[in-house]
T-cell receptor, first 114, second 116 residues
Framework: TQLLEQSPQFLSIQEGENLTVYCNSSSVFSSLQWYRQEPGEGPVLLVTVVTGGEVKKLKRLTFQFGDARKDSSLHITAAQTGDTGLYLCAGPPNSGGSNYKLTFGKGTLLTVNP | GAVVSQHPSRVICKSGTSVKIECRSLDFQATTMFWYRQFPKQSLMLMATSNEGSKATYEQGVEKDKFLINHASLTLSTLTVTSAHPEDSSFYIC????????????FGPGTRLLVL
C-alpha cells in the first residue's frame, strides 16, 4: 500500500510569512498532485508534478517533486488570508490497478491570520 | 469552469430515509468515478469506485447495501445513502478522471448531508 505522509498537519501563520508543506512517501509515484480545498467545497487541483526534480511555480506557490519521485513540497511566499484552506497531496498507483485511484495524504490545514 | 458537478449541494433528511446524490462530468466522459467521504478538517476517505456498465468496487469497511452506487451513463454516477442515520452525516465528494497528459482527477463541489 502506498502511503503519503503530509506535514505539518496544522499550520497557523501571520499574513506575509513564508511556509512549506511536505508530502513524503517510501514509495515511488509516477506523479503527484496538489490540491487546495476551502470549507464546504471540493478540492481544486493546483498542480501536477511528473518529472523527478521538477519545480513548478504558480504565482506565490512553488511546488517541487523530489529527484526520486518519493516526496514533494509546496512553498508559499508571503502568505495571504486567501491562502487559507486544506492542502492535500495525492498520487496515482504504480501498481497498474484501478486507473486514477488516488492515494491522499492526510492534508495540511493552513490558516493565514490577518 | 467546473468540470464535475454534484447535486444537491446540501440536503437535510430525517433518519430512516434514503438520499440520492448525483455526480456529473460536464464536458467529458468518465467510465470511472470515485466517491469520497470527508469529516471536518480531515482528508478525503475513498468509499468506492463507480464503474460504468459494471458493479461498483467498495473500499474495505464500506457497506455496499448502505451506500448504493449506480453509474448510469458515461457522465453520471449516483450515490444513494439508504436508511440514513445521524452518523451518516458528512461531506460527500465525487471525482472523475480526465486524461490531460497525466492522470488528473477533477472533483465535484461536494454534498453536505445532515441526517436528523
Amino acid at each position: 500500500t502506498q502511503l503519503l505522509e503530509q506535514s505539518p498537519q496544522f499550520l497557523s501563520i501571520q499574513e506575509g510569512e513564508n511556509l512549506t508543506v511536505y508530502c513524503n512517501s517510501s514509495s515511488v509515484f509516477s506523479s503527484l498532485q496538489w490540491y487546495r480545498q476551502e470549507p464546504g467545497e471540493g478540492p481544486v487541483l493546483l498542480v501536477t508534478v511528473v518529472t523527478g526534480g521538477e519545480v513548478k511555480k504558480l504565482k506565490r506557490l512553488t511546488f517541487q517533486f523530489g529527484d526520486a519521485r518519493k516526496d514533494s513540497s509546496l512553498h508559499i511566499t508571503a502568505a495571504q488570508t486567501g491562502d487559507t484552506g486544506l492542502y492535500l497531496c495525492a498520487g496515482p498507483p504504480n501498481s497498474g490497478g484501478s486507473n486514477y485511484k488516488l492515494t491522499f495524504g492526510k492534508g495540511t490545514l493552513l490558516t493565514v491570520n490577518p | 469552469g467546473a468540470v464535475v458537478s454534484q447535486h444537491p449541494s446540501r440536503v437535510i433528511c430525517k433518519s430512516g430515509t434514503s438520499v440520492k446524490i448525483e455526480c456529473r462530468s460536464l464536458d467529458f466522459q468518465a467510465t470511472t468515478m470515485f466517491w469520497y467521504r470527508q469529516f471536518p478538517k480531515q482528508s478525503l476517505m475513498l468509499m468506492a469506485t463507480s464503474n460504468e456498465g459494471s458493479k461498483a468496487t467498495y473500499e474495505q469497511g464500506v457497506e455496499k447495501d448502505k451506500f448504493l452506487i449506480n453509474h448510469a451513463s458515461l457522465t453520471l454516477s449516483t450515490l444513494t445513502v439508504t436508511s440514513a442515520h445521524p452518523e451518516d452525516s458528512s461531506f460527500y465528494i465525487c471525482s472523475a478522471p480526465r486524461w490531460t497528459g497525466v492522470e488528473t482527477q477533477y472533483f465535484g463541489p461536494g454534498t453536505r448531508l445532515l441526517v436528523l
